[in-house]
Protein backbone atom coordinates (compact mmCIF):
# COMPACT_ATOMS: atom_id res chain seq x y z
CA UNK A 1 0.00 0.00 0.00
CA UNK A 2 1.88 3.43 -1.00
CA UNK A 3 0.02 5.44 1.42
CA UNK A 4 -0.61 3.18 4.73
CA UNK A 5 -1.56 4.82 7.49
CA UNK A 6 -0.94 8.05 5.98
CA UNK A 7 -3.37 11.21 6.85
CA UNK A 8 -4.77 13.03 3.70
CA UNK A 9 -6.73 16.33 3.60
CA UNK A 10 -9.06 16.69 0.69
CA UNK A 11 -10.81 20.16 -0.57
CA UNK A 12 -13.73 19.21 -2.61
CA UNK A 13 -13.87 16.02 -1.83
CA UNK A 14 -17.86 15.84 -1.87
CA UNK A 15 -17.44 15.08 -5.48
CA UNK A 16 -15.54 14.57 -9.06
CA UNK A 17 -11.93 14.56 -8.86
CA UNK A 18 -11.74 15.24 -5.27
CA UNK A 19 -13.51 12.65 -4.25
CA UNK A 20 -11.73 9.85 -6.33
CA UNK A 21 -8.41 11.22 -4.78
CA UNK A 22 -10.27 10.32 -1.16
CA UNK A 23 -11.22 6.59 -2.69
CA UNK A 24 -8.10 5.57 -4.26
CA UNK A 25 -6.24 7.31 -1.71
CA UNK A 26 -8.21 4.98 0.81
CA UNK A 27 -7.87 2.23 -1.17
CA UNK A 28 -3.85 2.77 -1.03
CA UNK A 29 -4.08 2.49 3.02
CA UNK A 30 -5.34 6.58 3.62
CA UNK A 31 -7.18 8.26 6.24
CA UNK A 32 -8.85 11.42 4.86
CA UNK A 33 -10.23 14.48 5.95
CA UNK A 34 -12.92 15.98 4.16
CA UNK A 35 -13.72 19.77 3.42
CA UNK A 36 -16.97 20.80 0.93
CA UNK A 37 -19.63 23.11 0.95
CA UNK A 38 -21.70 20.05 0.07
CA UNK A 39 -22.48 18.18 3.17
CA UNK A 40 -24.63 14.86 1.73
CA UNK A 41 -21.75 14.99 -1.02
CA UNK A 42 -19.27 15.43 1.92
CA UNK A 43 -21.26 12.17 3.83
CA UNK A 44 -21.34 10.09 0.45
CA UNK A 45 -17.31 10.55 -0.07
CA UNK A 46 -17.11 9.67 3.72
CA UNK A 47 -19.48 6.37 3.81
CA UNK A 48 -17.48 4.95 0.80
CA UNK A 49 -14.20 5.63 2.40
CA UNK A 50 -15.83 3.69 5.56
CA UNK A 51 -16.78 0.49 3.15
CA UNK A 52 -13.02 0.67 2.14
CA UNK A 53 -12.22 0.03 5.60
CA UNK A 54 -10.21 3.31 6.60
CA UNK A 55 -11.57 6.33 8.67
CA UNK A 56 -12.91 9.83 7.27
CA UNK A 57 -13.54 12.62 9.06
CA UNK A 58 -15.57 15.75 7.40
CA UNK A 59 -16.35 19.18 7.28
CA UNK A 60 -18.45 22.14 6.32
CA UNK A 61 -15.45 23.87 4.36
CA UNK A 62 -15.60 27.19 1.92
CA UNK A 63 -12.15 27.44 0.42
CA UNK A 64 -12.80 31.38 0.06
CA UNK A 65 -13.73 31.61 3.99
CA UNK A 66 -10.76 32.55 5.66
CA UNK A 67 -10.38 30.08 8.41
CA UNK A 68 -12.32 27.18 7.34
CA UNK A 69 -9.39 25.10 5.48
CA UNK A 70 -6.95 25.44 8.51
CA UNK A 71 -9.64 24.24 10.61
CA UNK A 72 -9.64 21.28 8.20
CA UNK A 73 -6.34 20.66 8.59
CA UNK A 74 -6.57 21.10 13.03
CA UNK A 75 -9.43 18.14 12.22
CA UNK A 76 -7.03 15.74 10.65
CA UNK A 77 -4.79 16.12 13.22
CA UNK A 78 -7.05 16.41 15.92
CA UNK A 79 -9.02 13.42 14.94
CA UNK A 80 -6.38 11.37 12.70
CA UNK A 81 -3.23 11.75 14.46
CA UNK A 82 -1.69 14.13 11.59
CA UNK A 83 -1.65 15.52 7.99
CA UNK A 84 0.84 13.75 5.66
CA UNK A 85 -0.56 14.68 1.78
CA UNK A 86 -3.13 17.56 0.86
CA UNK A 87 -5.25 18.00 -2.22
CA UNK A 88 -6.90 21.08 -2.79
CA UNK A 89 -9.50 20.06 -5.41
CA UNK A 90 -12.16 22.70 -4.65
CA UNK A 91 -12.57 24.44 -7.91
CA UNK A 92 -15.26 26.60 -10.25
CA UNK A 93 -15.74 27.13 -13.74
CA UNK A 94 -16.53 29.88 -16.12
CA UNK A 95 -17.79 30.99 -19.03
CA UNK A 96 -17.64 34.89 -20.15
CA UNK A 97 -16.37 36.17 -22.62
CA UNK A 98 -13.61 38.50 -22.18
CA UNK A 99 -15.19 41.45 -23.48
CA UNK A 100 -18.01 40.98 -21.55
CA UNK A 101 -16.55 39.75 -18.29
CA UNK A 102 -17.69 41.10 -14.90
CA UNK A 103 -15.79 42.16 -11.89
CA UNK A 104 -18.36 39.87 -10.17
CA UNK A 105 -17.80 36.85 -12.34
CA UNK A 106 -14.03 37.18 -12.25
CA UNK A 107 -13.38 37.70 -8.66
CA UNK A 108 -16.04 34.93 -7.85
CA UNK A 109 -13.77 32.93 -9.80
CA UNK A 110 -10.15 33.78 -8.39
CA UNK A 111 -11.73 33.16 -4.97
CA UNK A 112 -12.02 29.82 -5.47
CA UNK A 113 -9.82 28.57 -8.01
CA UNK A 114 -6.73 31.03 -6.59
CA UNK A 115 -7.20 32.50 -3.12
CA UNK A 116 -8.84 28.94 -2.35
CA UNK A 117 -6.33 26.73 -3.52
CA UNK A 118 -3.37 28.84 -2.25
CA UNK A 119 -4.77 29.37 1.44
CA UNK A 120 -5.25 25.85 1.70
CA UNK A 121 -1.79 25.09 0.51
CA UNK A 122 -0.50 27.06 2.91
CA UNK A 123 -2.61 26.07 5.89
CA UNK A 124 -1.46 22.50 4.80
CA UNK A 125 2.10 23.51 4.66
CA UNK A 126 2.62 25.53 7.60
CA UNK A 127 1.38 22.32 9.57
CA UNK A 128 4.01 20.17 7.37
CA UNK A 129 6.15 22.33 7.26
CA UNK A 130 6.62 22.21 11.43
CA UNK A 131 6.71 18.27 10.87
CA UNK A 132 9.29 18.00 8.72
CA UNK A 133 7.08 15.85 5.52
CA UNK A 134 4.79 15.96 3.60
CA UNK A 135 3.27 16.29 -0.09
CA UNK A 136 0.53 18.48 -1.70
CA UNK A 137 -1.43 18.44 -4.48
CA UNK A 138 -2.82 21.78 -6.55
CA UNK A 139 -5.66 20.93 -8.62
CA UNK A 140 -5.21 22.94 -11.45
CA UNK A 141 -6.11 22.27 -15.51
CA UNK A 142 -4.91 21.64 -19.17
CA UNK A 143 -6.43 24.96 -19.16
CA UNK A 144 -3.78 26.82 -17.18
CA UNK A 145 -1.60 25.99 -19.82
CA UNK A 146 -3.26 26.73 -23.14
CA UNK A 147 -5.51 29.67 -23.99
CA UNK A 148 -8.89 28.85 -24.44
CA UNK A 149 -11.88 31.75 -25.85
CA UNK A 150 -14.83 31.95 -23.31
CA UNK A 151 -12.27 31.07 -20.61
CA UNK A 152 -10.92 34.37 -19.54
CA UNK A 153 -11.33 34.19 -15.83
CA UNK A 154 -10.85 30.30 -15.93
CA UNK A 155 -7.76 29.58 -17.65
CA UNK A 156 -6.25 32.90 -15.79
CA UNK A 157 -6.71 31.34 -12.52
CA UNK A 158 -5.29 27.69 -13.08
CA UNK A 159 -1.89 29.50 -14.99
CA UNK A 160 -2.14 30.73 -11.48
CA UNK A 161 -2.31 27.27 -9.53
CA UNK A 162 1.08 26.29 -11.57
CA UNK A 163 2.69 29.57 -10.50
CA UNK A 164 1.63 29.22 -6.94
CA UNK A 165 2.63 25.90 -6.76
CA UNK A 166 6.23 26.73 -8.28
CA UNK A 167 6.46 29.55 -5.61
CA UNK A 168 5.75 27.17 -2.37
CA UNK A 169 7.50 24.33 -3.46
CA UNK A 170 11.11 26.35 -3.56
CA UNK A 171 10.24 27.83 -0.22
CA UNK A 172 9.40 24.40 1.28
CA UNK A 173 11.46 22.37 -0.17
CA UNK A 174 14.04 22.85 2.32
CA UNK A 175 11.49 21.63 5.28
CA UNK A 176 11.09 17.91 3.71
CA UNK A 177 7.41 19.33 2.11
CA UNK A 178 7.08 19.01 -1.63
CA UNK A 179 3.88 21.00 -3.80
CA UNK A 180 2.92 19.79 -6.83
CA UNK A 181 -0.15 20.32 -9.46
CA UNK A 182 -1.95 18.57 -11.43
CA UNK A 183 -3.57 19.19 -14.99
CA UNK A 184 -6.70 17.25 -15.46
CA UNK A 185 -7.61 17.48 -19.34
CA UNK A 186 -11.71 16.66 -19.51
CA UNK A 187 -12.76 14.76 -17.10
CA UNK A 188 -16.36 12.91 -16.48
CA UNK A 189 -17.24 15.07 -13.20
CA UNK A 190 -20.67 17.23 -12.19
CA UNK A 191 -18.71 20.29 -13.17
CA UNK A 192 -17.40 18.96 -17.00
CA UNK A 193 -21.51 17.46 -17.23
CA UNK A 194 -22.99 21.08 -16.25
CA UNK A 195 -21.28 22.53 -19.13
CA UNK A 196 -22.78 19.25 -21.28
CA UNK A 197 -26.43 20.26 -20.27
CA UNK A 198 -25.66 23.50 -21.40
CA UNK A 199 -24.35 22.77 -24.65
CA UNK A 200 -24.12 19.46 -25.80
CA UNK A 201 -22.85 19.94 -29.51
CA UNK A 202 -19.66 22.52 -28.10
CA UNK A 203 -18.92 19.67 -25.45
CA UNK A 204 -18.88 17.22 -28.28
CA UNK A 205 -16.42 19.21 -30.34
CA UNK A 206 -14.39 19.83 -27.27
CA UNK A 207 -14.08 15.94 -26.86
CA UNK A 208 -13.45 15.63 -30.25
CA UNK A 209 -9.86 17.76 -29.81
CA UNK A 210 -8.97 15.00 -27.33
CA UNK A 211 -6.43 12.61 -29.05
CA UNK A 212 -8.08 10.02 -27.27
CA UNK A 213 -10.94 11.47 -28.17
CA UNK A 214 -13.14 10.74 -25.11
CA UNK A 215 -13.21 11.99 -21.33
CA UNK A 216 -10.61 10.98 -18.18
CA UNK A 217 -12.66 9.00 -16.09
CA UNK A 218 -12.21 10.74 -12.27
CA UNK A 219 -10.48 7.80 -11.28
CA UNK A 220 -7.37 8.20 -14.14
CA UNK A 221 -6.93 11.21 -12.66
CA UNK A 222 -6.77 10.45 -9.22
CA UNK A 223 -4.10 7.81 -9.83
CA UNK A 224 -1.93 10.79 -10.66
CA UNK A 225 -2.63 12.19 -7.49
CA UNK A 226 -1.48 9.36 -5.24
CA UNK A 227 1.41 9.09 -7.31
CA UNK A 228 2.46 13.16 -6.09
CA UNK A 229 1.30 12.40 -2.69
CA UNK A 230 2.92 8.84 -2.37
CA UNK A 231 7.45 8.41 -1.60
CA UNK A 232 7.38 6.82 -5.28
CA UNK A 233 7.26 10.88 -6.45
CA UNK A 234 9.76 11.67 -3.40
CA UNK A 235 12.07 13.48 -5.81
CA UNK A 236 9.12 15.40 -7.61
CA UNK A 237 8.38 19.15 -6.32
CA UNK A 238 7.36 22.22 -8.33
CA UNK A 239 6.13 19.88 -11.54
CA UNK A 240 2.76 20.23 -12.81
CA UNK A 241 1.42 16.43 -14.19
CA UNK A 242 -1.16 17.01 -16.92
CA UNK A 243 -3.40 14.06 -17.46
CA UNK A 244 -4.98 15.01 -20.54
CA UNK A 245 -5.31 11.82 -23.09
CA UNK A 246 -2.87 14.15 -25.04
CA UNK A 247 -4.83 17.53 -25.31
CA UNK A 248 -1.86 20.09 -24.13
CA UNK A 249 0.75 17.71 -26.93
CA UNK A 250 -1.55 18.99 -29.73
CA UNK A 251 -0.51 21.24 -32.20
CA UNK A 252 -3.06 23.13 -34.14
CA UNK A 253 -6.11 21.70 -34.59
CA UNK A 254 -7.04 20.71 -38.44
N1 LIG B 1 -13.84 18.01 -14.79
C1 LIG B 1 -12.96 18.53 -15.61
O1 LIG B 1 -13.05 18.39 -16.85
C2 LIG B 1 -11.78 19.28 -15.06
C3 LIG B 1 -10.71 19.56 -15.91
C4 LIG B 1 -9.60 20.25 -15.41
C5 LIG B 1 -9.57 20.66 -14.10
N2 LIG B 1 -10.63 20.39 -13.29
C6 LIG B 1 -10.53 20.86 -11.91
O2 LIG B 1 -10.71 19.78 -11.02
C7 LIG B 1 -11.19 20.27 -9.77
C8 LIG B 1 -12.36 19.43 -9.34
O3 LIG B 1 -13.41 19.60 -10.29
P1 LIG B 1 -14.44 18.45 -10.64
O4 LIG B 1 -14.47 18.31 -12.11
O5 LIG B 1 -14.20 17.29 -9.77
O6 LIG B 1 -15.80 19.19 -10.25
P2 LIG B 1 -16.94 18.83 -9.22
O7 LIG B 1 -17.96 19.90 -9.41
O8 LIG B 1 -17.35 17.41 -9.35
O9 LIG B 1 -16.20 19.00 -7.80
C9 LIG B 1 -15.83 20.25 -7.32
C10 LIG B 1 -16.13 20.27 -5.83
O10 LIG B 1 -15.68 21.52 -5.32
C11 LIG B 1 -16.64 21.97 -4.40
N3 LIG B 1 -16.55 23.41 -4.22
C12 LIG B 1 -16.87 24.39 -5.10
N4 LIG B 1 -16.68 25.58 -4.55
C13 LIG B 1 -16.23 25.36 -3.29
C14 LIG B 1 -15.86 26.21 -2.22
N5 LIG B 1 -15.94 27.55 -2.31
N6 LIG B 1 -15.41 25.65 -1.08
C15 LIG B 1 -15.35 24.31 -0.95
N7 LIG B 1 -15.71 23.45 -1.92
C16 LIG B 1 -16.15 23.98 -3.08
C17 LIG B 1 -17.98 21.53 -4.97
O11 LIG B 1 -19.02 21.52 -3.99
C18 LIG B 1 -17.63 20.17 -5.51
O12 LIG B 1 -17.87 19.15 -4.56
C19 LIG B 1 -11.52 21.74 -10.00
O13 LIG B 1 -10.46 22.52 -9.50
C20 LIG B 1 -11.59 21.85 -11.50
O14 LIG B 1 -11.32 23.15 -11.96
C21 LIG B 1 -11.73 19.71 -13.73
Known sequence: MRLANRVIGITGGASGIGRACAL????EGADLA???IDADGLEETAAKIEGIGRRAVTRIVDVTADDDQEALVELAVSELGGLDGWVGSAG???GQFALEHTREEWRRVMDVNVEGVFFGAQAAARHMVAT???SIVNVASMY???AVKQRAAYCTSKASVVMLTQVMALEVAEH???VNALAPGYTDTPLFNAGKERDSVEMDRLIAHVPFKRLAVPEEIAGAAVFLLSDEA???TGHI???DGGWVAHGPRE
Do not use: M
Not at 24 to 27: E, G, Y
Open 132 to 134: GSG
Open 34 to 36: LGD
Open 176 to 178: GVR
Open 92 to 94: TGS
Open 144 to 146: GQR
Open 234 to 236: GFV
Open 241 to 243: LTV
Open 24 to 27: AAAA
